[in-house]
């Protein structure tokens, strides 16, 4: 058996962490750390399906929250005509049926936009991303029917078989094990035939192209998969909070997503997870101080990228800048 690297057991150890230290704040009467380590891991997944595409195939998509909102909707929107009228109960609280509407809309507006956007290169494809973020943004927020600008309050989360999700353990368990399989799909594409062609792609498009690769269709195949991922990350948001609103598409939301690829190192499997978990904890601590929180946070961005190569995670094995 292959033996871990030091990187392999810096994964290992916050994985570990992340698994056993939530549940046990919780077993010792502390809600609250449960239910943000919770946030945290939802992120993480979108983060990570942001890095397939952003870090890996170097497709910087400033739209990328959309798919988050768009899962969360689809969430959301069945089970508000349960409670006043529209759909049967069966199909508006089974949880099965929520989630194949999340993933599916989320993956099919991954298709459409993905098409357009990927005939673009560099600040055009993300200019045209946002766009078509901002699009879906202003239709959810023009939709009176379901809350407007106000948002959508869930009044029942999704019904699943063995999990109930009105339990915040259970809640936790069901989205850590998601970002490990989301973390384990994204290492396994990679590092296969297709993965290898889509980071050559990232490196020298024209030379996969006279090899006689098609890497549009293999950049838009990891889109595709990258919205799927990020629309899952979003039914678990709406089962998370139980609310769900535009502000979740917009774009500064799809810049946090991009922030955390980055601050934790991009084309790496643990990267996205450390710049959720940095992001999450500098919110809770300097928002507590100040309502410019950003402010700080935006500094320590730009020292990471300019002393530390890799990110956080690129600080953890001791890599500086060159290095």
Request: charged content about 10%; hydrophobic content about 55%; overall charge neutral.
């Given at each position: 058996m292959k033996s871990l690297d030091r990187t392999g057991?810096?994964?290992?150890?916050?994985?570990?962490?992340?698994?056993?230290?939530?549940?046990?704040?919780?077993w010792i009467g502390n809600e609250f750390y449960l239910l943000l380590a919770t946030r945290l891991v939802i992120l993480a997944i979108a983060a990570v399906s942001l890095n397939l595409i952003l870090g890996y195939g170097g497709m910087a998509s400033?739209?990328?929250?959309?798919?988050?909102g768009i899962g969360a909707y689809a969430m959301g929107i069945p089970v508000y005509h349960e409670f006043y009228g529209g759909f049967s109960a069966a199909a508006s609280t089974n949880g099965l049926f929520q989630l194949a509407l999340s993933v599916g809309l989320s993956a099919l507006f991954a298709l459409i936009t993905g098409a357009i956007s990927l005939r673009t290169r560099g600040v055009y494809f993300i200019m045209i991303t946002m766009a078509f973020a901002q699009m879906v943004f202003y239709l959810f927020?023009?939709?009176?029917?379901?809350?407007?600008?106000?948002?959508?309050?869930?009044?029942?989360?999704?019904?699943?078989?063995?999990?109930?999700?009105?339990?915040?353990?259970?809640?936790?368990?069901?989205?850590?094990l998601s970002l490990v399989l989301a973390m384990g799909a994204?290492?396994?594409?990679?590092?296969?035939?297709?993965g290898m062609v889509l980071r050559g792609a990232k490196g020298n498009d024209e030379r996969l192209i006279t090899l006689g690769f098609n890497t549009y269709l293999y950049r838009l195949t990891a889109y595709v998969i990258a919205?799927?991922?990020?629309?899952?990350?979003?039914?678990?948001?709406?089962?998370?909070?139980?609310?769900?609103?535009?502000?979740?598409?917009?774009w500064s939301r799809s810049g946090e997503l991009m922030f955390m690829v980055i601050?934790?190192?991009?084309?790496?499997?643990?990267?996205?997870?450390?710049?959720?978990?940095?992001?999450?904890?500098?919110?809770?601590?300097l928002s507590s101080f100040t309502?410019?929180?950003?402010?700080?946070?935006?500094?320590?961005?730009?020292?990471?990228?300019?002393?530390?190569?890799?990110?956080?995670?690129?600080?953890?094995?001791?890599r500086g800048p060159g290095k």
């Amino acid at each position: 058996m292959k033996s871990l690297d030091r990187t392999g057991w810096i994964t290992v150890g916050v994985m570990l962490l992340l698994g056993v230290l939530p549940p046990f704040f919780y077993w010792i009467g502390n809600e609250f750390y449960l239910l943000l380590a919770t946030r945290l891991v939802i992120l993480a997944i979108a983060a990570v399906s942001l890095n397939l595409i952003l870090g890996y195939g170097g497709m910087a998509s400033f739209g990328h929250a959309a798919f988050v909102g768009i899962g969360a909707y689809a969430m959301g929107i069945p089970v508000y005509h349960e409670f006043y009228g529209g759909f049967s109960a069966a199909a508006s609280t089974n949880g099965l049926f929520q989630l194949a509407l999340s993933v599916g809309l989320s993956a099919l507006f991954a298709l459409i936009t993905g098409a357009i956007s990927l005939r673009t290169r560099g600040v055009y494809f993300i200019m045209i991303t946002m766009a078509f973020a901002q699009m879906v943004f202003y239709l959810f927020q023009s939709l009176d029917e379901y809350g407007g600008d106000d948002g959508l309050v869930i009044e029942m989360r999704s019904e699943l078989p063995w999990i109930n999700l009105d339990n915040p353990l259970q809640m936790y368990l069901l989205a850590f094990l998601s970002l490990v399989l989301a973390m384990g799909a994204v290492h396994m594409i990679v590092n296969s035939r297709f993965g290898m062609v889509l980071r050559g792609a990232k490196g020298n498009d024209e030379r996969l192209i006279t090899l006689g690769f098609n890497t549009y269709l293999y950049r838009l195949t990891a889109y595709v998969i990258a919205g799927a991922i990020c629309g899952y990350a979003g039914w678990l948001m709406a089962n998370f909070s139980t609310f769900v609103s535009p502000s979740m598409l917009g774009w500064s939301r799809s810049g946090e997503l991009m922030f955390m690829v980055i601050l934790g190192g991009a084309a790496t499997a643990l990267g996205p997870v450390l710049g959720a978990a940095a992001f999450i904890l500098i919110e809770e601590i300097l928002s507590s101080f100040t309502v410019y929180w950003h402010l700080p946070f935006g500094l320590m961005l730009i020292g990471v990228v300019l002393f530390a190569r890799g990110g956080l995670l690129g600080m953890l094995q001791g890599r500086g800048p060159g290095k």
